[in-house]
Each structure stands twice: as C-alpha cells, then as structure tokens.
C-alpha cells in the first residue's frame, strides 16, 4: 500500500498494516505523515495484538480511529434526584431547631451577663 499526499486518510487500514509490516512504503519519499505513530498506539497495537481496535470501550472510555483513548468526559445518562428524603429532611430540620435554640440561648446569656 502506497501513501500520497492527496489520498484519504484510513487510520484503521494503517495500523492493520503497521501490525503486518515494520515500515510503510513512501510514494516517491513524499511524506504525508502517516508513518508517525503515537506511542500510545504502537504500545496497544503490541498488547492486544489481533484484538486491536476490536475491543469494545471499556469503562466509559472511547477509542477513536487511530487507537488514542479519547480522554474527554462521557456524559452519563440523566435522572431526576429523589434529595433530601425524607428522613434526611427530618434530620436537616432537627438540626435547623438545635442550631436556633443554640444562639437564641447564646443571645440571652449575653443579654443576662451585661
């Protein structure tokens, strides 16, 4: 397979070829770049040998074409919260009614002392 500077770039193509072949076979030593390999790539292409850019996404992680791993966020699916529950509210108005009761008392004792 010969690469030119005009042609379509198939990454998945490439890296099948870059596991068959050391090297890749420039069109008249015109260079378009796809002979660069991340390092990243190269190091999953060993490891997963013929299961490479087969495997599904695993752990919320994508792959793009090349083989990077896609380090941006994957937004997860949306629902509605069920917060504070109810007993959560009984606790949160427990504590509201001590918290008040502790500074009406704070207040009174610095009225009584002055």
């Known amino acids: ?3 030119t500077a005009d042609s379509a770039l198939d990454f998945v193509s490439i890296a ?7 090297g890749l076979s420039l069109k008249a030593g015109v260079s378009n770049g796809t002979e660069l390999t991340p390092t990243e790539v190269r190091s999953r292409m060993r490891r997963e040998g013929h299961n490479f850019l087969r495997r599904p996404a ?4 994508t792959i793009d074409r ?3 791993a896609n380090n941006y966020a994957v937004e997860p699916t949306l629902y509605y919260a069920h917060f504070p529950s109810p007993e959560r509210a009984r606790q949160y108005a427990l ?6 009761l502790f500074v009406t008392l704070t207040l009174l004792t ?5």
């Open 95 to 100: 504590q509201g009614a001590i918290a008040v």
């Open 110 to 114: 610095a009225f009584a002392v002055s």
């Open 66 to 68: 090349e083989g990077l």
């Open 58 to 61: 695993l752990n919320g992680a």
């Open 16 to 22: 099948r070829e870059l596991g068959t072949t050391q």
């Open 1 to 3: 397979m010969t690469y």
